[in-house]
């Protein structure tokens, strides 16, 4: 009787483990605008890099991860709790644990509240909008029937004192496959990779965001609750990016094709006089050196804002503050349940171990 009920035991324990397979997919990126592309293109002519398309492949066998491309390559390994990048131009490596990323996590925490303690003169409001919506266009895009959907996403600073403000804008084109046999195993790993990260990391991240920006925080969660909307799965996205104004988000490429085109002013005039004011400020102090905002094109850089000269014209004004920075396209293909050599996840021989770039900077601010 003890033998049958151990038997039965390890015959509930093996069919509540989930079977991993193997998954694989490439993606293609490329600027296709902005007026950033204009200073791309000149920067070409030094360095052919930058204006040719990356192409990664994204491998997936068990509990490991690689996103690989001919410059680099990033593994993730939830069984060994680690983030191993590789720099084949280098040819160099660094493995960083999930414990020191907790730890780089708490010290921009915790620099983000100085900083916050630091600006509360300022009396600055953060707030994020976003939607998404269904538009019922349909088409065939890498041999998928892809629908389409339009999300924007919009990051406002709002000076109390002066009254000036700075926003941020990102619409993205979205064409999303209904299924594609096998990428459950990459929702998956990403849920696995959540709950580890989540543990190690801890939920008090929309608390401490609560309580320093509150319109932020309940922004950011009306943003992940429309984002829920979407179905399927991303076999193109064309993502648009750059300063806007009026609460106004950003022209979607499909009901504006020639608004990215380079034209008008310079990228850096746009944004120095559209973002480089108070809010501006405020929005990179805050969010930038924790975010994905810090640096890009000079939105909410500290500069002195300048006066418009006489001869501007309103309409040129109101093309200033809604210039589209950038605007790129990502393709994905070569979706595969085929089995993934393992030796996607090790690292080349004779390569030299580095310490990662997230803890020298941890320690050096």
Not at 260 to 270: I, L, R, T
Request: charged letters at 20%; glycine letters at 10%.
């Amino acid at each position: 009787m003890f033998r049958m009920t151990k038997f039965a035991v390890c015959v509930a324990l093996l069919s509540a483990t989930p079977l991993l397979a193997d998954f694989q997919y490439q993606q293609t990126t490329k600027i296709t605008g902005g007026a950033l592309a204009g200073l791309m293109k000149f920067a070409g002519a030094f360095s052919k890099r930058v204006n040719e398309p990356t192409t990664s492949s994204v491998y997936l066998k068990g509990n490991r991860m690689a996103h690989v491309d001919p410059h680099a390559a990033s593994i993730v390994d939830l069984d060994k709790e680690t983030i191993t990048h590789i720099d084949f131009e280098k040819k160099t490596y660094s493995v960083m644990t999930f414990e020191q990323m907790k730890q780089a996590f708490e010290q921009a925490m915790a620099k983000a509240k100085e900083q916050h303690r630091e600006s509360e003169g300022d009396k600055v409001d953060l707030n994020v909008k976003a939607s998404v919506k269904e538009t019922g266009a349909a088409k065939n895009i890498n041999g998928y029937n892809a629908k389409q959907y339009i999300m924007t996403l919009i990051m406002e600073g709002k000076d109390q004192k002066s009254g000036q403000t700075g926003a941020l804008g990102l619409t993205s084109d979205l064409w999303l496959a209904p299924d594609i046999a096998g990428y459950q195993e990459y929702r998956d790993f990403q849920l696995r990779m959540a709950g580890k990260l989540g543990m190690v990391i801890g939920g008090g991240v929309m608390d401490r965001m609560q309580m320093m920006q509150p319109a932020l925080a309940q922004g950011l969660a009306q943003a992940a609750k429309e984002m829920s909307k979407m179905k399927g799965i991303p076999v193109m996205t064309v993502m648009r990016m750059g300063p806007t104004q009026n609460g106004q988000p950003l022209p979607a490429a499909s009901d504006a094709p020639e608004a990215a085109k380079v034209q008008g002013p310079s990228a850096g005039d746009v944004a120095g006089r559209a973002a480089g004011n108070a809010a501006g400020n405020a929005i990179e102090s805050r969010l930038g050196r924790i975010g994905a905002l810090g640096g890009l094109g000079g939105f909410g850089r500290r500069k002195k804002q300048e006066e418009p000269p006489p001869q501007q014209t309103q309409a040129s004004s109101q093309q200033r503050a809604s210039a589209i920075l950038i605007e790129a396209t990502t393709e994905s293909s070569g979706f595969s349940s085929a089995s993934v050599d393992p030796s996607k996840f090790e690292i080349p021989a004779g390569f030299k171990q580095v310490q990662p770039d997230i803890e020298r900077q941890g320690r050096t601010r």
